[in-house]
């Protein structure tokens, strides 16, 4: 399976640099969101496959087609003789190896997945099948392009090819219409009001900054590990979240468990 990007994209791990490395040392973390150099078109970077939420195993497996037929046989009356009964109990428990694994084992011994410049290349291992008329949901790790010359067309491409020497290309729909980014969010700074390990009650400031307005009605989602979420034991006296002067006067503002959001009602976010 073949995802070609705009040109910009980058599909791959976290590209670190000196300024944005992490010390574990340091109580304040680096800024982030500014896009890093990316790597040439010409080197190859290996990826990995997520999933997303709500992940359902969209493939199939060769044991498991060979053990439905045998099963089908069964079903219609027919009796198998030993060395099929043998077969089907193999590709049964293969069947079920491959299944456990799709649904929460390691991916990378089903898609292997690399990445050069913006094409993404996702390889099938031999006894994975992609069943016709599949939604194939997942997710890569990567960065967007960022906001460039105009007159580049904005357009992805979805491509399978064989895995033949040849890569013979079986079904292709270019063209495709990729996504109008407003701007990007860059995080200037996450500063903790207190650095002491057993902190219980404790704020931090975020320190955001857009490159464009964003118009009413806006949402600004932060999502962060579910180890910070407000411990139990935490006796603030004052709101959960509180916006600062550059927000707008009248903001929404939600909590969940491991996510916030702030949502401006009547005037951009800025």
Same mark, same amino acid.
């Given at each position: 399976v073949e995802v070609e990007a705009p040109e910009g994209y980058y599909f791959g791990p976290e590209l670190e640099t000196p300024e944005s490395a992490y010390n574990e040392l340091e109580p304040m973390p680096p800024p982030q969101g500014r896009p890093p150099a990316l790597p040439p078109v010409s080197q190859v970077v290996p990826c990995e496959i997520l999933r997303p939420p709500e992940w359902s195993c969209p493939v199939s497996f060769t044991p498991c087609e060979t053990f439905n037929d045998f099963e089908e046989l069964r079903q219609r009356g027919i009796d198998l003789v030993p060395d099929e009964m043998q077969t089907m109990n193999n590709n049964r428990f293969a069947c079920q190896t491959y299944e456990t694994t799709c649904a929460t084992g390691d991916l990378k011994t089903l898609l292997s997945c690399r990445s050069m410049g913006p094409l993404l290349e996702i390889t099938l291992a031999p006894q994975v099948v992609l069943p016709p008329r599949t939604v194939f949901h997942f997710q890569v790790t990567g960065y967007n392009a960022p906001q460039g010359d105009p007159s580049k067309k904005d357009t992805w491409a979805f491509r399978t090819r064989s895995s033949d020497s040849e890569r013979t290309i079986l079904d292709e729909k270019p063209a495709v219409p990729g996504l109008e980014l407003v701007g990007a969010i860059f995080v200037e700074s996450v500063v903790p009001l207190d &650095?002491?390990?057993?902190? #219980?009650?404790?704020?931090? #400031?975020? &320190? #955001?900054?857009? &490159?464009? +307005?964003? +118009? +009413?009605?806006a949402v600004l989602r932060i999502t962060h590990p579910p180890e910070f979420r407000r411990n139990a034991n935490a006796a603030f006296q004052g709101p959960g979240i509180e916006a600062g002067p550059n927000f707008p006067n009248q903001v929404e503002k939600r909590q969940g468990i491991s996510v916030f959001e702030l949502e401006a009602l009547d005037e951009p976010i800025r």
């Open positions: &650095t002491k390990v057993g902190s #219980i009650e404790n704020y931090v #400031i975020l &320190t #955001i900054r857009l &490159t464009n +307005p964003c +118009p +009413p009605r």
